[in-house]
Structure formats: C-alpha cells, structure tokens
C-alpha cells in the first residue's frame, strides 16, 4: 500500500511516475487524495476525470475593478459541508451506518463519476449542500460528483478521493472511507 496525500508532485521525476504505474500494476494499491489524485490521473495512473474548475468568461464584458477581490473571494471553497451517497455493499463503505453521508470539502476538485459500474462507490447527491458557502457555479459541478473512485490498474487498484477523508482530524464522519481503503483497499475487485 502506497498513499500519496494531497500536495505538489509537478516535479515528479517520469521514472519515479513508471515505477509507481509497474508497482500498482504488479498488485500494489496506491490511496491518492485530493491534488494527489489529480497528479494520479494527469500521469495516466488513473482514468478520473475532474471537471474544469474556470468558467468560462465573456470575453465583452467589462466589469469594474472593485468587484475583482470579492469575484475572488467567493470563487474559494474554504470548507463546507456536502451531503453523499455510499454504496453500503462496497468494500470502502465496510462499517457506516447509513448510506447518507456527510463530506466535508475544502476544495475546488470535482471528479466525475467513473465510467464502470463498480468504479464510484461514494457520490455526491443532487441536492448536496448542508452547510456552509459554495459559489453556484460550483454547487452545478459537485452535483451528483464522485467523492471516491476506483480503478483497476494491471493487477492492482487505485483509490482516489476528491476530498481530505480525514480533515484535520476533527471530521470524523468521512474518515472509515480512508481507514477501509487502507485497510481493505486490495479486497476491492474490479
């Protein structure tokens, strides 16, 4: 088991990127989160897609400069509280007592669901806000987003999470998705 939390890896040596890659697909399980898993899959560990965090602008418009820190301001996702839907049956969700759960999310990372039907395990719902700020552009992109997925990668497996599963330790809720990756991350058959 490999797990690579979220950080800088732009300059992440190309043989260090294949070692990884031949490890995962000779059995390992690699656990990537959040600028992690965005690495992952630029690197073709992963076949996640995130969605564009920009929108796109109007190139006319012309707005005035005061507005351009508060445009700003609102575009940051500090943290707020989502709402999710875990599959119970999967391996990942091993433990929670309901399939609602709460998620708390830090980040602009929007990870589109994966293509198989096994591959997304946890979801965003489509009326996924309970507490908190989000700027509406970005309430449209976490609708019904993946909060984890799974990829068969040769023989192994890798785990990404959109989110911080564990934030700074007080948010407990989302934390038994990481400790079961960890754990049961390579009882996971895709």
């Known amino acids: 088991m490999l797990i690579i939390p979220s950080g800088s890896y732009g300059s992440t040596?190309?043989?260090?990127?294949?070692?990884?890659?031949t490890w995962v697909q000779n059995g390992g399980t690699l656990v990537v989160a959040e600028d992690a898993a965005k690495w992952a899959a630029q690197n073709g560990l992963t076949k996640v897609l995130f969605k564009p965090e920009a929108e796109k602008k109007d190139s006319t418009a012309n707005l005035p400069y005061f507005l351009r820190a508060d445009e700003q301001r609102a575009k940051?996702?500090?943290g707020s509280i989502f709402e999710a839907n875990a599959?119970?049956?999967?391996p990942l969700a091993y433990?929670?007592?309901a399939a609602n759960l709460s998620v708390f999310k830090g980040n602009t990372f929007f990870m589109d669901q994966n293509n198989e039907a096994y591959d997304s395990p946890v979801m965003y719902t489509n009326n996924p806000l309970q507490s908190g700020y989000v700027y509406r552009e970005y309430l449209g992109k976490i609708k019904n987003s993946a909060v984890v997925n799974v990829d068969a990668v040769g023989r192994g497996r890798v785990i990404s999470f959109a989110d911080n599963m564990n934030f700074r330790a007080?948010?407990?809720?989302?934390?038994?998705?990481?400790?079961?990756?960890?754990?049961?991350g390579d009882l996971v058959r895709l």
């Open 13 to 21: 040596p190309a043989r260090t990127v294949e070692a990884v890659k």
């Open 76 to 78: 940051e996702m500090t």
């Open 87 to 90: 599959d119970t049956t999967h």
């Open 95 to 97: 433990g929670l007592p």
């Open 170 to 184: 007080f948010w407990l809720g989302s934390s038994k998705l990481f400790i079961n990756a960890v754990f049961f």
